[in-house]
Nanobody
Framework: QVQLVESGGGLVQAGASLRLSCTLS????????MGWFRQAPGKEREFVAAISWSGSTAYTDSVKGRFTISRDNAKNTVALQMNSLKPEDTAVYYC??????????????????WGLGTQVTVSS
């Protein structure tokens, strides 16, 4: 079973940077599609970024140029580097996986496994 654990969230001021990490507790995901989603209080979960096993990436428009997704298959880790953070980035960030998929999905319904989330709070 795929088990995902997120880390790296915190409270920062606008303009600061954070790096989120997602790691498998057991197993490997060298051929998995990996994604990051976020959910603000009272709002629906939304797509942030995704990366395929071959390195293809996708980002939601609001984070393009500020966020970068990457993966290290040898370490079973996916990261989300977040720069120039804005208050509207405040949310719980979730790591998600779809095993053995070569493409990129941006809809949360297409992911099979989820972490428990890590809180990111950006103050003005």
């Amino acid at each position: 079973q795929v088990q995902l654990v997120e880390s790296g969230g915190g409270l920062v001021q606008a303009g600061a940077s954070l790096r989120l990490s997602c790691t498998l507790s057991r197993g490997t995901f060298s051929r998995h599609l990996m994604g990051w989603f976020r959910q603000a209080p009272g709002k629906e979960r939304e797509f942030v970024a995704a990366i395929s096993w071959s390195g293809s990436t996708a980002y939601t428009d609001s984070v393009k140029g500020r966020f970068t997704i990457s993966r290290d298959n040898a370490k079973n880790t996916v990261a989300l580097q977040m720069n120039s953070l804005k208050p509207e980035d405040t949310a719980v960030y979730y790591c998600a996986a779809r095993p053995n998929y070569s493409g990129v999905y941006t809809n949360s319904r297409n992911y099979n496994y989820w972490g428990l989330g890590t809180q990111v709070t950006v103050s003005s």
